[in-house]
């Protein structure tokens, strides 16, 4: 049996690390955990403690997102295999798409170096879409064969379909997600504005770093058929769902915003909601316009306001979809898909690995 080490200081409860644990687990693969809550140097010290403990137990080491302020630690410490889930870039993240400092900076030089000497240190690098593959290779000069693309799938004993509780008579729109750029609310907020006289309800949940600017706007807009919501436990998430018609995906205006597919996409196509999310490269390595999902144009919010208008007359359009979407992750997007070529790299990389030691 294989046995990976998931080390780092990682949330166990964040999807993305408890979908690649699961889907591990279920291809067959033993985990064992080393994983700090730990801040500044006191992590450090707590994951060298527990570490020491597993030292001998593994085959592979796992640093898990986020995992560029730790991954030097294991690099020292471990004379397995190291992979590292990369997820996203800090350097993008907090420059480009967060813009908490200017580019060419001495903070964007020292996130720039984050993510280079992660990605150099690991002996593969997990990142969500092959767009996302590519801006690395261009932007931190690495090479391709490093790279394993691994989708971020959703956890299907979380969410998953329940029975509808739709009202007939408000059309419904549901959005989920933390409040940074990326998502593109302000767009939401402008499409809901535009929507204010039909029958159209818009719920959105979160909180994040554009909240303050958002409700600022929506009060000045004096939006009528918005709610706003706080952050609510992940497992009513699909309560949620099932009392919409519509899901929403990320519509912003932003470069990342083209490399990714965002969890809140395939908790649709899970809990079989049809789904509305920006047209970009990323997201058409996965789905299709009209078959899967339903695309508009990125930052958009007429594009996106005609899009929910006509699936209001499209009953039987919306339940093709979310049949086709729930199908679709079924066949592809579970847990143990989304890892099986993981699993499968596990097994190469010992080898390669016991070959040249």
Known sequence: MMTICYFGIYDPEYSRSRILIRGLEENGAKIIRCHSKQTGLRKYVDLLKKYWVLRNQYDIMLVGYPGQRVIFLAWILSRKPLIFDAFI?????????????????????YYWLQDYFSCRLADKVLLDTKTHIDYFVKTFRIEREKFQRVLVGSDDRM?????????????????????????????????????????????????GQTYASIRYMAEQLQVTNVTF???????????????????????????????????????????????????????????TDNQEIFLVNMADP?????????????????EKISEAGYLFFQKNLTPKK????????????????????
């Not at 350097?91 to 200017?102: C, G, H, L, V």
């Not at 379909?161 to 750029?181: E, N, S």
């Not at 007429?302 to 919306?318: M, V």
């Open 159 to 207: 969410i998953f379909p329940k029975k509808k509780q739709i009202r007939d008579t408000v059309f419904t729109i549901h959005f989920h997600g933390t409040f940074i750029p990326l998502q593109g609310i302000e767009y939401i907020i402008q499409a809901a504005k535009m929507l204010e006289q039909k029958n159209i309800r818009f719920n959105i949940i979160g909180q």
């Open 229 to 287: 919501t706080d952050n609510v436990p992940y497992r009513d998430l699909g309560t949620l769902m099932s009392h919409a018609n519509v899901c929403l995906g990320i519509f912003g205006n932003t470069q990342k915003a083209k490399r990714v597919i965002p969890n809140k996409v395939y908790e649709a196509l899970a809990s079989k909601c049809p789904c509305i999310t920006g047209d970009s490269p990323a997201i058409r390595e996965l789905l």
């Open 89 to 109: 870039s800090v350097y993008d993240s907090r420059i480009f798409d967060r813009t908490y400092a200017k580019p060419r900076s001495l903070r964007s030089i």
């Open 338 to 357: 989304v890892t099986k070529d993981l699993f499968d790299l596990t097994y190469a990389l010992t080898s390669k690995h016991s070959f040249f030691r």
């Open 302 to 318: 007429k594009a996106l306001a005609e899009k929910i208008l006509e699936l209001t007359e499209a009953p039987e359009l919306l």
